[in-house]
């Protein structure tokens, strides 16, 4: 999976151990700073309904931060929430990096958080290609909201997203499913 905005860009391998565990490395970058993380995923919770179906997972994982032009340690920790049908879909995150000062240089935890909600225009079967138009609100520390208007195209095992941001920024989304 990886997500990706002008001056920004994420990257996540997992391999699923179980069904509800996966270990897995983060790879996140914000401007000049970037952490790599390996971490585990952790499924807590699933609602699997007639129509829908909803997770509440937990991850948490120990690596390193460039910045600064110095390595340093990192945690993380993150929950991510969703829940969706064929024709709607939700989702919510929050993810903290905790940071370590270093010499002279103050750290303060870095934080991302995003909601996101979608609508499916048609509902499509399993062996066609599945649309959804999804808006995102994401908010990085004190950071105004960055607004992202995104269609996902979702086939098979590949899911893509193209999107704008309401600030003329640019945003690219992929996830293939081995």
Same mark, same amino acid.
């Not at 929050?94 to 002279?104: A, N, P, S």
């Not at 935890?109 to 609100?137: C, H, Q, S």
């Given at each position: 999976?990886?997500?990706?905005?002008?001056?920004?860009? /994420?990257?996540?391998?997992?391999?699923?151990?179980?069904?509800?565990?996966?270990?897995?490395?983060?790879?996140?970058?914000?401007?000049?700073?970037?952490?790599? +993380? *390996?971490?585990?995923?952790?499924?807590?919770?699933?609602?699997? @309904?007639? $129509?829908?179906?909803?997770? +509440?997972?937990?991850?948490?994982?120990?690596?390193? /931060?460039?910045?600064? @032009?110095?390595?340093? #340690?990192?945690?993380?920790?993150?929950?991510?929430?969703?829940?969706?049908?064929?024709?709607?879909? &939700?989702?919510?995150?929050?993810?903290?990096?905790?940071?370590?000062?270093? $010499? $002279? +240089?103050?750290? *303060? $935890?870095?934080?991302?958080?995003?909601?996101?909600?979608?609508?499916? *225009?048609?509902?499509?079967?399993?062996?066609? +290609? @599945? &649309?959804?138009?999804i808006l995102e609100a994401q908010k990085m520390n004190d950071t105004p909201v960055v607004l992202t208007q995104f269609v996902r195209l979702f086939y098979k095992n590949v899911l893509v997203e193209l999107g704008a #941001?309401?600030?003329?920024?640019?945003?690219?989304?992929?996830?293939?499913?081995?």
């Amino acid at each position: 999976m990886s997500y990706n905005k002008d001056q920004h860009n /994420e990257f996540l391998l997992t391999y699923s151990v179980k069904s509800y565990l996966a270990a897995a490395v983060y790879y996140f970058r914000e401007g000049d700073v970037n952490f790599t +993380i *390996p971490r585990v995923n952790y499924l807590a919770k699933r609602w699997n @309904n007639e $129509d829908s179906q909803g997770n +509440i997972y937990l991850s948490g994982g120990y690596g390193y /931060e460039r910045s600064f @032009n110095q390595t340093v #340690g990192a945690g993380f920790g993150a929950i991510d929430v969703d829940w969706e049908s064929r024709k709607y879909y &939700t989702a919510a995150s929050y993810e903290r990096f905790l940071r370590q000062d270093q $010499d $002279d +240089i103050s750290r *303060p $935890d870095f934080e991302v958080m995003k909601v996101r909600a979608g609508v499916a *225009p048609y509902l499509a079967e399993f062996n066609e +290609i @599945n &649309t959804w138009f999804i808006l995102e609100a994401q908010k990085m520390n004190d950071t105004p909201v960055v607004l992202t208007q995104f269609v996902r195209l979702f086939y098979k095992n590949v899911l893509v997203e193209l999107g704008a #941001g309401f600030d003329g920024g640019w945003a690219f989304n992929y996830m293939v499913h081995f």
